[in-house]
């Protein structure tokens, strides 16, 4: 069956410091992954739609420079929130499928932890 | 202004009722897709569909896309159901983008 592995689970980073996570697509090709953020009583917010062969999206108030992207090949892709500080603070999870229509699957997320 | 909106926000059953959660969403949708997010927070997909009606297990998951809505009906709840369900829509603006509500908070009691 289709499986998303994300690593790592949790994080805990100094304030200032960047925090990379991955996220891997098992059982099918993840032509296009959708990185979320969830932060402390909020819901999920798109920060960025990227699709092989085709330039990342940014949702408005993310960025390349804070979020920057990389998506290689149809099975990997990764994400770092860079100079992390308080704000950043929350669930990251990507979600990943293979084409449009399908349905997304989803990582168990990675907890990202600012002090 | 937030795209999805979903109800009621909490929602305390006994074990044995059924429920019923609404979506709503302010703009054209595609599809919806219902999770189940676990207390950890990592997302369950429970249902996905453009329109319609489909179902699985005591889920059946209603789209009715001209009108901007959508439903989730849990039948004979269970506790182990209890938890956060969000539904998602998504917009085809030529890249697919998924957009959450904020929930619907689910306590069965005995």
């Known amino acids: 069956g289709a499986l998303v592995y994300q690593y790592p689970r949790r994080t805990i980073c100094k304030s200032g410091t960047s925090m990379r996570m991955e996220c891997q697509a098992v059982?099918?090709?993840?032509?296009?992954v959708a990185w979320y953020r969830q932060s402390p009583q909020k819901t999920f917010e798109l920060i960025a739609l990227?699709?092989?062969?085709?330039?990342?999206?940014?949702e408005q108030n993310f960025t390349q420079e804070k979020f920057p992207i990389s998506h290689p090949n149809l099975s990997f892709s990764s994400m770092t929130v860079l100079n992390a500080y308080l704000e950043d603070r929350g669930l990251y999870l990507c979600?990943?499928?293979?084409?449009?229509?399908?349905?997304?699957?989803f990582g168990e997320g990675s907890r990202l932890i600012v002090v | 202004g937030q795209q999805v909106q979903q109800s009621p926000a909490s929602l305390v059953l006994q074990e044995g009722e059924n429920a019923e959660l609404q979506c709503n969403f302010s703009?054209?949708?595609?599809?919806l897709q219902w999770f189940y997010q676990r207390p950890g927070g990592s997302l369950v997909s429970l249902l996905s569909?453009?329109?319609g009606t489909k179902h699985t297990g005591r889920l059946t998951s209603t789209t009715v896309t001209k009108e901007r809505r959508g439903s989730l009906h849990i039948s004979s709840s269970q506790i182990t159901d209890s938890g956060t369900y969000l539904c998602?829509?998504?917009?085809?603006?030529?890249?697919?983008?998924?957009?959450f509500g904020k929930g619907t908070s689910l306590t069965v009691i005995p």
């Open positions: 979600g990943a499928r293979q084409n449009s229509g399908n349905t997304l699957y």
């Open positions: 990227s699709t092989v062969n085709s330039a990342i999206k940014y």
């Open positions: 703009s054209t949708a595609t599809r």
């Open positions: 998602a829509m998504e917009r085809n603006t030529g890249y697919q983008n998924f957009y």
């Open positions: 059982g099918f090709q993840a032509t296009s």
């Open positions: 569909n453009p329109s």
